[in-house]
């Protein structure tokens, strides 16, 4: 079983500022890992996947995450937020060998203040 | 547009009242999932079907039943319905481990 833990349940920033959203999971076995981002009243979209190869993952949006084995997080970054970067933002974790059936964190609302 | 389409949008049920939340999906994925969204819960599998002619319970399966009718469509019914089934339900679908696309969803309150 695995498990992830977002560490922080809001995070409000000004427009055109740095942003980390942080999430680590934990599992016993080799995991893919995943961002997803949900607008209001929307249903949930993929920022970006982590599956193998190189840990530093390219997403839409400019939005970008770093696979850390070692310190097992997936930390989510944008250089610089805009506006309409504003929603809850997922990360989710699946087990790389079986149902892939994800496990998602409880969410992190960022809000981008003009 | 491709994708998987939810219906209804919004609902508004009595305690005690049946209804069925259709989903359907035009990718040709094999996997469906339904998952119910709560404030600061994130999101909670109710039941999936890995294939055609399967499902399975997930983490919250009690006060639901699924229905895969064919490949495209995974149909969630409450037979009963509480207020604890007050909710946001989402309807995804997936190939291999590539990660899922929603549905936009239906907002159900039971009254």
């Known amino acids: 079983a695995q498990s992830v833990t977002q560490l922080d349940s809001q995070v409000p920033v000004f427009e055109e500022a740095p942003v980390e959203l942080r999430c680590n999971y934990s599992?016993?076995?080799?995991?893919?890992l995943f961002w997803y981002v949900q607008y209001p009243n929307q249903g949930l979209q993929l920022l970006l996947k982590?599956?193998?190869?190189?840990?530093l993952v390219k997403g839409i949006n400019g939005f970008e995450a770093e696979f850390n084995k070692s310190q097992t997080s997936f930390h989510l970054r944008k250089p610089s937020v805009h506006i309409s970067d504003t929603a809850e933002y997922f990360c989710?974790?699946?087990?790389?060998?079986?149902?892939?059936?994800?496990?998602f964190g409880r969410g992190t609302s960022l809000i981008v203040h003009p | 547009n491709a994708g998987v389409t939810q219906t209804p949008k919004f609902q508004v049920l009595k305690t005690g009242q049946s209804m069925t939340l259709q989903c359907a999906q035009d990718?040709?994925?094999?996997?469906m999932y339904w998952y119910r969204q709560d404030p600061g819960m994130g999101l909670r599998l109710i039941y999936y079907?890995?294939?055609?002619?399967?499902?399975d319970k997930g983490e919250v399966p009690n006060g639901y039943n699924v229905s895969r009718l064919n490949k495209r469509e995974f149909s969630l019914r409450l037979e009963s319905a509480a207020p604890s089934q007050t909710s946001v339900y989402f309807c995804?679908?997936?190939?291999?481990?590539?990660?899922?696309?929603f549905g936009s969803g239906t907002r159900l309150t039971v009254v």
């Open positions: 079907s890995a294939s055609e002619g399967t499902t």
């Open positions: 990718m040709n994925h094999n996997s």
């Open positions: 995804a679908s997936r190939t291999e481990a590539y990660g899922y696309t």
């Open positions: 982590y599956l193998s190869g190189s840990t």
């Open positions: 599992s016993s076995v080799s995991v893919y």
């Open positions: 989710a974790v699946t087990d790389s060998g079986g149902s892939y059936i994800p496990t």
